[in-house]
């Protein structure tokens, strides 16, 4: 509803229907930046979690400086857990994403499938705003999930810093007409 128009049609009029009027919904509404962080055990080797994490609060940063909208969701050891529901972003400190712990095994298609009913259920709330996912992995798992359908953009940051890369990241960026990052 647009108020102002709406009352500077009804005047000094009981209010009416003819009176009033709407915004329209604007294709940049905005964005949500939901991130899929995999805490599996092999994110433990070579610091891969911990460097995750620096990169997340990077993304995090770069999401408030431009007032976008914000969810977490991790995902490891037979669990993916939605850590922050979509939100405004907020200025972001490492005390907040410390705690976060890593190990056991990763459930890549029971993450992404996570993401998407996270996407899917925001995209009823908030339909012009996009929805970009982005998912920090080593790709080190043999599972390989179908596109997360509610993402309007996907990004797969590659972390593996592994002395022998599988190359999994990129792969699944390219099997998903994803943007593909390898961890900076």
Known sequence: MHWPRTLARKQQH?????HLRYRHTDARA???HCFALDCSGSMLQ????AFAKGVLLRLL???YQSRSDVALLCFAAGRAEVRLQPSRARPWNEDWIRPIRGGGGT??????????????????????????????????????PPRPAWADHVVVVDMERHALPLGRCRMLATSWDAEYLPAP
């Open 14 to 18: 009981a209010l009416a229907a003819e």
């Open 30 to 32: 905005g964005v949500l």
């Open 46 to 49: 070579a610091r891969q979690l």
């Open 61 to 63: 940063e770069r999401a």
């Open 107 to 144: 459930p890549l298609t029971l993450g992404m499938a996570r993401a998407d009913q996270l996407l899917a259920r925001h995209a009823q709330h908030a339909p012009a705003q996009q929805r970009w996912l982005w998912v920090l992995t080593d790709g080190r798992t043999n599972d390989a």
